[in-house]
């Protein structure tokens, strides 16, 4: 049998060594990122809707793109200070959110903080108190990737009641004074007519050709867009 030299011997026992540290490196990971990133890959849905719940892909997601995930400032694109807000996995692991725990969670914290940190920065409006609260909630149940649906009841199309509201939560976050993105304002009954007057209203949430998507992160439900169109046939009701 051929003797190995003692140099031999150390560069195979050098070799393995490097090859073990190696393969355990990719599993060191911390308790809090294996959590975020294995709750990342589940999402939850139902058929019915708990008022008690707050739906990550009904509320929480239209709301932090429509805020947050802007151009300059948190898409994919411009990833300002390494945050990205565009969806689930990214929210979680950039926003260091940790589930059941807003007060720990970085970007719940930026949402309420009083000096230079205030997100979304100035000139753009600050969420609301409702927003904020909506977000918080969220966190508190755990911070699920969830969504919910049910009937489509096109019964009521006011403005007030039901397209307002749509408006603040998918729209006025890119679309407000202080943040007029491509240049359309969206503050409010008279606004929206016009935008639905000219056809950039419909043409842009029915994702069609020669219009900007909106909002660019996902279409509305098939729902919202057939208020949006009751809300039109019916002569703008307010």
């Known amino acids: 049998m051929r003797k190995i030299s003692f140099s031999q011997l150390f560069l195979i026992t050098l070799t393995i060594i490097v ?3 190696g393969s355990c490196a990719n599993y060191q990971i911390r308790d809090d990122v294996f959590v975020e990133e294995t709750t990342a890959t589940d999402q ?13 892909q009904n509320t929480i997601l239209p709301l932090v793109v429509s805020s947050c995930a802007t151009t300059g400032c948190h898409d ?5 200070d390494g945050i990205i807000l565009t969806d689930y996995s990214s929210i979680i692991r950039t926003g260091e959110i940790k589930p059941g725990d807003p007060g720990d969670s970085e970007f719940f914290e930026s949402l309420t903080d009083n000096g230079d940190d205030l997100m979304p920065p100035r ?6 108190a409702e927003q904020i609260q909506k977000i918080e ?3 508190l149940q755990g911070a699920k990737n969830n969504e919910c649906t049910e009937g489509c009841d096109t019964s009521n199309a006011s403005f007030a009641k039901v397209i307002w509201p749509m408006m603040e939560q998918y729209c006025i976050g890119c679309h407000n004074a202080s943040f007029p993105g491509g240049g359309i304002v969206i503050g409010g009954f008279d606004d929206m007519v016009a935008l639905a007057e ?10 069609d050709p020669g219009y900007s998507k909106m909002p660019t992160s996902k279409p509305l439900s098939e729902c919202n867009i057939d208020l949006l169109q009751k809300w039109i046939d019916e002569d ?3």
């Open 198 to 207: 000219n056809g950039s209203l419909m043409g842009s949430v029915n994702w």
């Open 236 to 238: 703008y009701t307010e």
């Open 44 to 56: 939850e849905s139902q058929s019915n809707c708990d008022p008690d719940t707050v739906y990550f």
């Open 137 to 139: 909630k969220w966190i």
């Open 19 to 21: 090859l073990a540290i």
């Open 76 to 80: 994919k694109n411009s990833h300002r």
């Open 123 to 128: 000139p753009m409006d600050p969420l609301t």
